[in-house]
């Protein structure tokens, strides 16, 4: 009687401690790693989803297969995400799972009509991932992104987010989307993708050096330029380091300039709105292009001060451009604004992106070059 008080607790035991019965073995799933959404020609949404293949991995390990692809592209159309992912789901024999996935790609006719019901899905799916990087392919469809062969990783998605990192773009996911497209001061962007063929071989690369504009219901208005991008970046407050190359009359000069830093003051004025940027950096001098010799504290201060009333009038410049072109908020000036002033902005933010074109808006540069290098002069004259 006793044997048998002590085998049936064991019994019970190794029953519960064994598994789970309803336990998703990895098998059992497709890992989506990246997602292209696009307008099809109909009107209706088509997601096409960059798919795993671990056989892949597998052969390639053991040294055959070195030309196998470890990733499929599908596609599916319907009128909803959710329609189009079950659509995927009957074109593959494992489960699908989203929560490895890394990029999402929007084609620029997608993102141009607007995208505000399609990024409903990704704030309700819990296994979304609001650090994912998101990118509109300019000139193209967000397919196109996935199919892009990189000799840096079988995923064209993981590539395109390692290369965001370095393109100081300002690496923007879903969450940094989100908080933009629900914030009244200021107006949503989205790193730009263009697909760029090689000279020897035709194939495609990724170039990634502006960003697109949206407005407040997340339609594209356009594109920023290359300089115009990383200077808005820099009034943001994002852009923590850069490359700069001013010509100025003494010649052309090229420095690195890290630390930067971005304040936004606002005044209010008999209700007339100014704004105040103030920039600042340091910077080490790369590259002289000049026969000034730099080493003579007189002649850099000049330099120094030339440079940064140059950039002061470029920024300046990029501002109102996107004031005129886009009216659109990009910088947070209306984040700053109600941060500042928050009575008057209740009667100012259901109108601000009919003030924002006119604000009065100045820039103060203040760039201070701290090495100019080994030598005073360019060594050969």
Same mark, same amino acid.
């Given at each position: 009687?006793?044997?048998?008080?002590?085998?049936?607790?064991?019994?019970?035991?190794?029953?519960?401690?064994?598994?789970?019965?309803?336990?998703?073995?990895?098998?059992?799933?497709?890992?989506?790693?990246?997602?292209?959404?696009?307008?099809?020609?109909?009107? $209706?949404?088509?997601?096409?989803?960059?798919?795993?293949?671990?056989?892949?991995?597998?052969?390639?390990?053991?040294?055959?297969?070195?030309?196998?692809?470890?990733?499929?592209?599908?596609?599916?159309?319907?009128?909803?995400?959710?329609?189009?992912?079950?659509?995927?789901?009957?074109?593959?024999?494992?489960?699908?799972?989203?929560?490895?996935?890394?990029?999402?790609?929007?084609?620029?006719?997608?993102?141009?009509?607007?995208?505000?019901?399609?990024?409903?899905?990704?704030?309700?799916?819990?296994?979304?991932?609001?650090?994912?990087?998101?990118?509109?392919?300019?000139?193209?469809?967000?397919?196109?992104?996935?199919?892009?062969?990189?000799?840096?990783?079988?995923?064209?998605?993981?590539? $395109?987010?390692?290369?965001?990192?370095?393109?100081?773009?300002?690496?923007?996911?879903?969450?940094?989307?989100?908080?933009?497209?629900?914030?009244?001061?200021?107006?949503?962007?989205?790193?730009?993708?263009?697909?760029?063929?090689?000279?020897?071989?035709?194939?495609?690369?990724?170039?990634?050096?502006?960003?697109?504009?949206?407005?407040?219901?997340?339609?594209?208005?356009?594109?920023?330029?290359?300089?115009?991008?990383?200077?808005?970046?820099?009034?943001?407050?994002?852009?923590?380091?850069?490359?700069?190359?001013?010509?100025?009359?003494?010649?052309?000069?090229?420095?690195?300039?890290?630390?930067?830093?971005?304040?936004?003051?606002?005044?209010?004025?008999?209700?007339?709105?100014?704004?105040?940027?103030?920039?600042?950096?340091?910077?080490?001098?790369?590259?002289?292009?000049?026969? $000034?010799?730099?080493?003579?504290?007189?002649?850099?201060?000049?330099?120094?001060?030339?440079?940064?009333?140059?950039?002061?009038?470029?920024?300046?410049?990029?501002?109102?451009?996107?004031?005129?072109?886009?009216?659109?908020?990009?910088?947070?000036?209306?984040?700053?604004?109600?941060?500042?002033?928050?009575?008057?902005?209740?009667?100012?933010?259901?109108?601000?992106?009919?003030?924002?074109?006119?604000?009065?808006?100045?820039?103060?540069?203040?760039?201070?070059?701290?090495?100019?290098?080994?030598?005073?002069?360019?060594?050969?004259?």
């Amino acid at each position: 009687m006793r044997t048998t008080k002590r085998i049936v607790p064991a019994f019970l035991l190794i029953v519960i401690l064994s598994g789970c019965w309803d336990r998703n073995e990895i098998n059992d799933y497709a890992f989506w790693i990246g997602s292209g959404t696009d307008l099809a020609k109909d009107g $209706a949404i088509q997601v096409s989803a960059q798919i795993a293949i671990p056989s892949q991995f597998l052969k390639k390990k053991g040294g055959e297969g070195a030309s196998g692809k470890g990733n499929i592209v599908i596609s599916a159309t319907g009128k909803s995400i959710v329609e189009t992912i079950n659509k995927l789901q009957e074109k593959l024999p494992r489960r699908i799972f989203i929560g490895h996935r890394r990029a999402i790609f929007f084609g620029e006719n997608l993102a141009r009509r607007g995208i505000k019901d399609i990024v409903d899905q990704y704030t309700r799916n819990s296994d979304t991932r609001l650090r994912t990087d998101i990118f509109v392919v300019q000139d193209g469809e967000g397919k196109d992104a996935l199919e892009i062969n990189s000799p840096f990783s079988q995923f064209s998605a993981i590539a $395109a987010v390692d290369q965001d990192k370095f393109c100081r773009i300002g690496d923007v996911a879903l969450r940094d989307f989100f908080l933009d497209a629900t914030s009244q001061g200021i107006r949503p962007v989205m790193p730009v993708i263009k697909l760029s063929p090689q000279k020897q071989n035709q194939e495609k690369i990724f170039l990634i050096d502006s960003l697109a504009v949206f407005n407040k219901d997340l339609k594209m208005a356009g594109f920023l330029g290359r300089m115009e991008t990383m200077q808005s970046l820099w009034v943001k407050g994002i852009l923590k380091d850069k490359y700069l190359t001013q010509s100025l009359e003494s010649g052309r000069y090229s420095l690195y300039v890290s630390n930067l830093k971005s304040t936004i003051i606002t005044h209010i004025n008999q209700d007339k709105i100014t704004v105040e940027v103030q920039l600042s950096g340091k910077g080490r001098l790369l590259e002289s292009q000049s026969s $000034a010799d730099l080493s003579k504290s007189e002649i850099l201060k000049d330099i120094n001060r030339k440079l940064n009333k140059k950039e002061k009038e470029k920024i300046e410049k990029t501002i109102k451009i996107v004031q005129e072109k886009y009216g659109q908020d990009i910088f947070g000036f209306g984040e700053a604004l109600h941060r500042e002033h928050p009575y008057q902005w209740k009667s100012l933010k259901d109108n601000w992106d009919r003030i924002f074109p006119n604000l009065r808006v100045t820039v103060h540069v203040d760039i201070q070059i701290m090495r100019v290098g080994n030598l005073g002069k360019r060594l050969i004259q």
